[in-house]
């Protein structure tokens, strides 16, 4: 076993170390279930001992001395010996299959908790199909070695082990001459874990490549169809589904030709118990029962061990994925809540940005030394040209990114000693890019109020200007929107996310060109929605449409990470700086 694979197994222990009282129960289950599988052939041995010994047989010495009271007292062992054995099989299958379900559910659950722990950062750098490869088709993986494999692997050491005991008190001459392939058959299962172990680790990456570009596609098929590229994206797919293919064979070809060869080593040892023990009989020096005994427990000891190469086959592929499942659960969260807990929600809604500086991975500066001030109940609006930095300032409000350097606060607390919980709560957002879930217009209105009565949700969307369309639908509220919303326009789709935070009812608002990609009469709609409830409340706005924020009571002009201009509307025009130069750029005016 190498160190990779000992190391996921350990990893593996001690994530279900909760689970080891039943672990225990399942293996007992396992080894009495296989000790009473193998008693068949002693007694089908003390059945011929007693038509050969009669009344000397080795069960007269316990039991009745006729031969049919011999046989009938044989024959009560027997349906004991079978009714245990089911018992025990029933027990085994109920003990695995259901510690499988519960292990594979909460490695799942801790898997996708912890998924949503991590920054955004993480995810702008991975693929969600490789994510769902490893939260689905890992996880299932894992299963399907705990339902059957596990029990496979006690059950054939618990065959070693009763067999070789009972091997060595009949005949230990015949024994030794059994055990003779086992090395060989070890060596060969060890050699073949080590073979196949990096082949299967390949599989797992060939499928998650698979899984990130069919998700990838899926949520970019109309870009796919406007653009014809259909045949372009079915050679694509289709190359990282033969390169999938190819990983498998590759692992195939291995994993096939370990049972032929271990049959080889099995039927040496089954003939060498045949002729050597036949001739211990001839000698008059092993009995025929003990001989009959030997040659039905030889097959019994080396036969499952052919099911070697198909146990360490699903324990090499369920150890990949465990990997896979560890290491995401191992992976840090490089933005952590802070500890302090608000006692009561933020009310005011002042937000300071305090000489803040940011940069990506990259270290390239976004924001440098930017500081500027949202008067709790009034309405600031941040303008500059594309990448000037001003949708990083949202995020960082959010804490989605941890500031590289200054604080920013909310009513005098900094937000890296607050809790994400209480945070966020005091925030609604209104983004450009607006995701509603697969579900009712209702459920995407409650989605931060689940508890909202309908009139509350009502309500919510007569403010946002939404409730007019919603109820042109058939089915009113209970229409669903489709995936990320694509039944709605993209008006609509705007509409009911405002709807959204106007139930969520969050001191602070923010707004990230939450009208840059509607036509003009929706625009009109939206703004009218967004005057009513920006009222009494802390409201940020992002825009590109500086008619939208005119009337906002400060502007701020971000150019290169830092604030170039403040003031209001007609201030800025005054100036004839950036702001005067955008306003003319947007108005015409600068042609003319």
């Known amino acids: 076993m190498d160190s990779e694979t000992r190391s996921a197994v350990r990893r593996l222990l001690w994530y279900a170390s909760g689970y080891r009282g039943r672990i225990y129960a399942a293996v007992s289950f396992s080894v009495l279930n296989k000790v009473f599988d193998i008693l068949p052939p002693l007694l089908i041995g003390l059945s011929v001992d007693v038509v050969v010994e009669r009344?000397?047989?080795?069960?007269?010495?316990?039991?009745?001395?006729?031969?049919?009271?011999?046989?009938?007292y044989l024959a009560a062992i027997t349906a004991v010996v079978w009714v245990l054995e089911s018992v025990f099989e029933y027990l085994l299958k109920v003990y695995w299959r259901n510690l499988a379900q519960d292990i594979q559910h909460e490695i799942r659950l801790d898997a996708y908790r912890h998924v949503q722990e991590l920054e955004l950062a993480y995810f702008e750098d991975r693929s969600t199909g490789g994510l769902m490869a490893i939260l689905n088709d890992d996880v299932n993986q894992l299963e399907r070695f705990l339902n059957d494999g596990a029990n496979e692997v006690v059950q054939v050491v618990t065959t070693v082990v009763s067999i070789g005991l009972a091997f060595f008190i009949i005949e230990w001459r015949v024994a030794w001459i059994a055990f003779l392939p086992m090395p060989i058959i070890l060596w060969g299962s060890f050699k073949f874990q080590q073979w196949i172990a990096p082949r299967y680790a390949d599989v797992r990456e060939k499928v998650g490549l698979l899984n990130a570009s069919l998700s990838n596609n899926l949520s970019g098929i109309a870009t796919i169809k406007s653009f014809t590229a259909e045949d372009h994206e079915k050679v694509r797919i289709g190359s990282a589904s033969r390169a999938y293919v190819e990983s498998n064979r590759r692992a195939i070809r291995i994993s096939s030709t370990f049972v032929p060869l271990i049959r080889m080593a099995i039927l040496s040892g089954f003939i060498a118990t045949l002729v050597l023990g036949g001739y211990y009989v001839s000698e008059q020096s092993l009995a025929v029962g003990g001989y009959t005994v030997l040659v039905f427990?030889?097959?019994?000891?080396?036969?499952?061990?052919?099911?070697?190469?198909?146990?360490?086959?699903?324990?090499?592929?369920a150890m990949a994925s465990t990997d896979r499942i560890l290491n995401l659960l191992d992976t840090p969260v490089q933005v952590v809540g802070g500890q302090t807990e608000l006692n009561s929600p933020v009310k005011a809604g002042r937000v300071d940005f305090e000489d803040v500086s940011f940069a990506y991975g990259n270290d390239v500066p976004v924001l440098r030394n930017l500081s500027f001030t949202a008067p709790a109940g009034d309405t600031i609006a941040i303008v500059g040209p594309t990448g000037a930095g001003k949708s990083t300032i949202i995020k960082l409000l959010l804490r989605f990114y941890e500031v590289t350097g200054g604080r920013i606060t909310v009513d005098d607390h900094d937000i890296s000693d607050l809790r994400f919980s209480d945070l966020r709560r005091a925030i609604?957002?209104?983004?450009?890019?607006?995701?509603?879930?697969?579900?009712?217009v209702r459920e995407n209105i409650a989605y931060g109020r689940p508890d909202a009565t309908h009139e509350e949700v009502v309500e919510a969307a007569t403010i946002a200007e939404a409730h007019e369309f919603i109820s042109g639908f058939p089915d009113g509220y209970d229409t669903i929107v489709g995936e990320r919303g694509q039944k709605l326009s993209g008006g609509q789709r705007q509409r009911v996310s405002i709807a959204r935070a106007v139930l969520k009812d969050p001191p602070i608002l923010v707004l990230d060109e939450a009208t840059s990609s509607v036509d003009n009469e929706t625009e009109a709609a939206i703004q009218r929605s967004?005057?009513?409830?920006?009222?009494?409340?802390?409201?940020?706005?992002?825009?590109?449409?500086?008619?939208?924020?005119?009337?906002?009571?400060?502007?701020?002009?971000v150019e290169s990470g830092i604030v170039?201009?403040?003031?209001?509307?007609d201030d800025l025009l005054e100036r004839d700086g950036l702001y005067a130069a955008l306003w003319k750029v947007q108005t015409g005016t600068a042609l003319q």
Not at 299 to 312: D, I, K, V
Not at 564 to 569: I, L, N, P, R
């Open 55 to 72: 009344e000397g047989s080795f069960i007269a010495r316990f039991g009745p001395d006729s031969i049919m009271g011999q046989l009938w």
């Open 297 to 317: 427990l030889t097959q019994r000891l080396l036969w499952p061990l052919t099911r070697l190469g198909e146990t360490f086959d699903q324990y090499q592929r």
């Open 428 to 440: 609604g957002l209104v983004s450009q890019d607006v995701f509603l879930f697969h579900g009712t």
């Open 530 to 557: 967004l005057e009513k409830i920006s009222i009494d409340r802390t409201t940020i706005v992002i825009a590109h449409r500086l008619s939208t924020v005119r009337h906002a009571d400060h502007i701020y002009v």
């Open 564 to 569: 170039v201009e403040d003031g209001h509307h």
